[in-house]
């Protein structure tokens, strides 16, 4: 009876130890869309963040404490980001990577500001983001201001004098990132010849193929996300188009090949230079690989996103929020995508957007601004 009392104060106190060694973490968030139609990325983020807080506590946390990761599901849907932005703002969160979506980002970073939560994103372009004056707002990407220069500075070059169309889904992000884009092919003398929207989660695009086909259409260029664009894709090749399509960075995952198969070829898009080929990323990329992961599009921008994190903490010597954000804008990181510095608004300092494009075997590599 003696030795049963024993075992259970012994109990007892391991379970006391384990649950005060829990309520010493420090809880952080990445949230992005774990379901739905942009799934693909959710999967990225989280693969970076996981992947981050494995490496980070195996070499001794910070501030003298581990980190422990909450996962949230916003599935791109701006009502659903801001419940789970409530949510951890309630749950006293002091930093979130994420969202995906710009137009989960921006109503989420409102609920994030008024609970005194940190929020980087490693994904949303929309400039709007960190147009509005927040404190707690980072972003370790570029812009779409930015990126749809860059889109348009190769349509200018390779496609003078050719039929160009824009379409764009309605969203925060396509629809920026397709007026950002027509607004530098304008200002560079290019005039599109068709301007078109549609609905995010459409599957039929025949009607916009047609008009493709009638104004016949040497590049569409789609301010949208992959599964839409790999539709409309598909569906050019079936009318027999040979039409270029490009796009922006939310192309950025093999899935698209999955849906376009060999239809790919050809077909392009704008995102930073690769950062699995950068060598501050080369151990990081490794440890993936060896996991049978492959960290392409925004995994380690998400890893980024916390590095800066946890190395403005350890500087802050603090997890305070606020005091967070003024040592982040302060000072430069390093980072798997290189040292990274941010302007008095959230905006990294160096931005660098590429356009690659897809092969027929659904890989894709860098062809511009090193050549057509």
Not at 63 to 88: H, T
Not at 240 to 263: C, Q, R, Y
Not at 295 to 323: C, F, I, S
Not at 333 to 342: A, I, Q, R
């Amino acid at each position: 009876m003696k030795s049963l009392k024993l075992i259970g104060l012994a109990l007892g106190a391991s379970l006391a130890l384990s649950t005060t060694a829990l309520a010493q973490d420090i809880s952080i968030a990445v949230v992005g869309p774990m379901t739905g139609g942009e799934s693909a990325f959710g999967r990225q983020m989280k693969n970076g963040a996981e992947q981050f807080v494995t490496d980070f506590n195996a070499a001794g946390g910070v501030l003298g404490k581990k980190l422990a990761l909450q996962v949230g599901d916003d599935a791109c849907d701006p009502k659903q980001a801001r419940s789970v932005a409530e949510k951890f703002a309630s749950a006293k969160i002091p930093f979130v990577a994420g969202h995906f979506c710009s137009s989960s980002s921006i109503p989420a970073s409102e609920a994030y500001a008024d609970g005194n939560v940190l929020q980087i994103t490693p994904a949303s372009t929309n400039p709007l983001f960190t147009e509005r004056k927040l404190w707690n707002v980072a972003r370790v990407c570029g812009r779409d201001d930015q990126q749809g220069l860059v889109a348009a500075d190769y349509i200018v070059k390779n496609y003078k004098g050719k039929n160009v169309a824009i379409l764009n889904d309605k969203t925060t992000y396509g629809k920026g990132l397709a007026d950002e884009t027509k607004k530098a092919l304008n200002k560079a003398g290019v005039t599109e010849k068709m301007f078109e929207s549609y609905n995010k989660g459409d599957k039929d695009f025949n009607s916009i193929v047609s008009r493709l086909k009638r104004d016949n259409i040497d590049l569409v260029f789609v301010g949208g996300y992959h599964q839409e664009a790999g539709l409309i894709l598909r569906q050019m090749r079936d009318q027999g188009l040979k039409t270029v399509l490009m796009a922006g960075d939310a192309m950025n995952d093999k899935e698209f090949a999955s849906i376009t198969g060999p239809a790919a070829e050809g077909t392009l898009f704008t995102f930073g230079p690769d950062p699995r080929n950068k060598a501050t990323a080369k151990a990081i990329v490794e440890k993936f690989k060896a996991k049978n992961i492959d960290p392409e599009g925004y995994t380690l921008y998400t890893y980024a996103a916390m590095q800066v994190w946890t190395q403005a903490v350890a500087k802050a010597k603090t997890t305070d929020p606020k005091k967070v954000m003024e040592t982040i804008k302060a000072s430069e990181w390093d980072t798997v995508l290189g040292k990274l510095g941010f302007d008095a608004k959230g905006d990294i300092k160096v931005i660098d957007y590429v356009v690659y494009k897809w092969d027929a075997k659904g890989n894709y590599a860098e062809i511009h601004p090193k050549g057509s």
